[in-house]
């Protein structure tokens, strides 16, 4: 399959300086073959007009938890303890396989509407998530969300061995699967070096949520004398390419450990905001070199999936934070947003930039709107003017996953139908 | 003219308590005359179907320079006064009174898409923008910025008056005349004086920049020993209904001082991140009963007039700033969002809520997108899930501007086409 996107600008997030781009880019089955001007014997079997648009990297929302559309919008503006003991978990409980397929499925129109081509899952029933991957065409990290103890969550450290040995580089290679130990104020220590252990054995990244609210990281110093990141490093989960979700209250040490072990923090603004626990100091990470990655968190603590709407907070609040307006420029935002998140997930070889030989994973976007005139600088557009909707088309590994605004890989109708109905008995089945 | 919408939500903002109704919505010439049930007489010239929708007051955008679309993403990420006195003030000395119409038309497209029916302006060359209004079928409260001392500025105050009597009440009602003196750091005293004089005797309120940036509040400090809005009370510019753009840096004093005299604070999120000058405190000043309003200053610091991007900031900074999930609800950032900006421009008996007898100043929400699915929670959803590009139909004092995304009251591509080349234009001019 050769498909040929004509006329376009491009922002392949190779170089800063590189500018926008004009011209066409050429596809051929999963990968990038020409940027610019196409060799004159390329005969392509379908030809995208991108006139008037703007191809970018597919953005990749490094940290969520696709099912949780199931819940988006069912409690909001609560205590943070009450809003997940007495609505989110007792919901979540709830939740049967086929409410995993459906939410995942409802994310996944979602993702796709709002220009990611990659997510970073963890969950449970997690076997339902990836066979929503592979039938919409998105590319994924999956990693089974793990509690547990000395005595507790053993049948978990084995699902999470049998679904990477069931889906680990399937899907075409759109599938990996990473190990999740939940948190360190979830697991005991011994369960977190059980895991570490695991995700050695299978040579897998590490997916963790670290040092989320302030109430967590007192609740260490005070149990323990350390940070969780300390804690994490004495336990030797940074000796595994560790993945560690907010990072918001960091101890000055805390940096240095990060950055030591080459741990990716994956920065999540709405949430972090949403929730009360703060502002991630983002600024000083990228300065440090830390590699940060942006993610939305599920969908009931956001409410929604919108990448743009989390690159956009990236560039504003951490200007407010550091009361300076050239904190994280828009390149900065839309570079955390891309290859930040593919090196976060281990796959920028493959996708991230738009580059020869690498995965076709790219939308357009429409610039044809009144929020987007004039176009002065496109980069500065995308992360301050532009919105989700703007994203008109959408490819990843070379297939066209949306073009002009409607979904192509699956029938979404069908999924919204479906998908609001199983919310709707969800709520009824657990609040009896 | 009689307009019927159809089996439609309504969130009317009348009462948190109220929640959602369904039913049906009747407009008679330019008010609302059912909401609920219709009698059965009403015999409609024109039927909107409102299935799968939700009805709910135009939102309101209280602090805005219209025109600065053209200069959209023109100048970014650069330190506040590098970006003003190198780029926006020679760019803004070049506008002709035809590129703040085209800049004033183009930014009406964007607001009618994005859910605003009325805007509150400060600029120059108003005549222009009124024209735009008239044209359009939006509703604003308009206002020639003065920059004076005692020497200079007076033909700006004559303007002023002038534009007061061409346009104030004209348009239908659709359009109020304000003064606005621009700020105390751009002002002499003896000038904002005469703008006081000048508002009481028209009978106007006052738009004004107050405490905007630290270092204007440290400068007032210096030289006159109180703060900006300490030196406006004695001033006497309190003494007329005034409302105040920003307030991001306040003395406790102050918060005391705009709560006294009923100024209303108009809050500009994404423009106080995004030039560095940090955070209103909104949630002591909405505790203390000061009337907040929610602006999205100039689209070249923001850059769009997003008021849903406002609203989501609104409801999600605060509650990081006060490390509070529960500060700044969702339904409180909706009142900011409409009724808090009718009552700052002292149209609120007209609009902001929807009430039988009030103007129909409404829109529509198409709730048929992943991102809006499931619906436990309206109100969470306008806030947290929503974006601007879900508002399918605006109406404006009983005008259909915008049907099933489709803008009715002007040929959009015309003036999308005319202020790209005006941009382009006046860039080339003023960069000679």
């Not at 005070?222 to 940074?238: A, H, N, Q, R, S």
């Not at 066209?400 to 979404?412: A, G, H």
């Amino acid at each position: 399959m050769r498909i040929l996107i004509k006329d376009t600008a491009i922002l392949r997030m190779v170089d800063q300086n590189e500018g926008i781009l004009y011209g066409d880019i050429a596809i051929e089955d999963d990968k990038i073959v020409a940027i610019g001007s196409v060799p004159e014997g390329f005969a392509p079997d379908h030809v995208i007009d991108g006139k008037k648009q703007l191809a970018m990297p597919g953005l990749i929302n490094a940290h969520t938890h696709m099912a949780m559309s199931l819940m988006r919008n069912y409690a909001d503006d609560l205590p943070l303890m009450t809003w997940l003991s007495e609505k989110i978990w007792p919901i979540e409980a709830g939740l049967t396989p086929d409410d995993v397929y459906l939410g995942t499925m409802l994310s996944i129109a979602e993702m796709i509407r709002s220009g990611s081509t990659t997510f970073n899952d963890m969950y449970f029933e997690m076997e339902e998530v990836a066979k929503a991957v592979e039938i919409s065409g998105v590319r994924a990290n999956l990693s089974r969300g793990m509690i547990g103890n000395d005595t507790e969550g053993h049948e978990k450290l084995e699902n999470s061995r049998a679904f990477h040995e069931a889906w680990n580089g399937k899907a075409e290679g759109r599938i990996l699967v990473d190990v999740a130990p939940h948190a360190p104020y979830t697991c005991s220590d011994g369960y977190i070096k059980k895991a570490v252990e695991l995700s050695k054995e299978l040579n897998t990244q590490i997916h963790i949520h670290l040092s989320e609210s302030l109430f967590e990281v007192n609740e260490s110093l005070e149990k323990y004398g350390v940070t969780p990141i300390k804690k994490m490093e004495d336990l030797g989960v940074f000796e595994v390419k560790t993945n560690a979700a907010h990072c918001v209250h960091l101890h000055e040490e805390d940096f240095e450990i990060l950055k030591k072990h080459g741990v990716s923090v994956l920065y999540n603004p709405s949430s972090n905001l949403k929730l009360g626990n703060g502002f991630a100091k983002i600024s000083k990470m990228v300065e440090m070199g830390i590699n940060v990655a942006l993610g939305t968190d599920g969908s009931s603590s956001n409410n929604n999936i919108n990448m743009f709407e989390e690159m956009h907070l990236c560039a504003l609040v951490n200007k407010g934070l550091e009361a300076d307006p050239t904190a994280i420029p828009a390149y900065k935002a839309l570079e955390i947003a891309t290859i930040g998140g593919a090196k976060a997930l281990g796959i920028d070889s493959e996708v991230g930039t738009l580059e020869i030989g690498k995965k076709a994973d790219l939308i357009l976007i429409d610039l044809d709107k009144p929020h987007l005139i004039p176009q002065y600088d496109l980069v500065a557009m995308l992360v301050y003017s532009a919105a989700a909707s703007d994203v008109k088309t959408v490819l990843c590994n070379g297939k066209v996953l949306m073009q002009d605004y409607e979904i192509k890989s699956f029938d979404e109708k069908l999924i919204l139908v479906m998908a609001d109905e199983a919310a709707h008995n969800l709520v009824k089945r657990t609040q009896k």
